[in-house]
């Protein structure tokens, strides 16, 4: 599943190199268009299902799907996380309304893949704006 991650990184590498090569002064714009039109089919608004994936996959025991595969909800969690994982990547801004929901799964820590997926979440969320971050006062 991480060769769709990959996929992804040198698709849009090879685009910005191609658009670099026939115009540069056109890679401002195009680069952008690219990461506005990348994710036209998940928004802020699919967040809490995919977080709900991957909190459901952890929870159903292996084994349970037919022969030695995952299950569907563990194929759906994986899928759901890997999707998480690419939001904060490359469109850590997405997570934004979603603190709490990210704090509260942290703290019931009942899910490791959640666990993880959220804190990454957080952290790629307060590396793009750093106001957001908890300050001692």
Not at 22 to 45: D, E, G, K, Y
Request: contains cysteine; aromatic residues 6%; charged residues 25%.
């Amino acid at each position: 599943h991480e060769e769709s991650t990959e996929d992804l990184c040198c698709f849009q590498y090879e685009f910005t190199r191609r658009v670099e090569q026939s115009s540069s002064s056109l890679l401002p714009t195009m680069t952008t268009f690219l990461r506005q039109a990348s994710f036209w089919v998940i928004n802020s608004s699919s967040i809490p299902t995919l977080v709900k994936k991957v909190q459901k996959a952890s929870v159903e025991p292996k084994g349970k799907g037919k022969g030695k595969g995952l299950s569907g909800a563990q194929l759906m969690g994986e899928n759901a996380r890997l999707l998480l994982v690419t939001i904060s990547k490359f469109v850590p801004e997405m997570h934004k309304t979603h603190l709490s929901e990210y704090v509260k799964a942290i703290a019931d820590d009942k899910s490791p893949r959640l666990v993880e997926c959220c804190l990454q979440a957080l952290a790629s969320l307060v590396k793009s704006e750093a106001s957001l971050a908890p300050s001692d006062k």
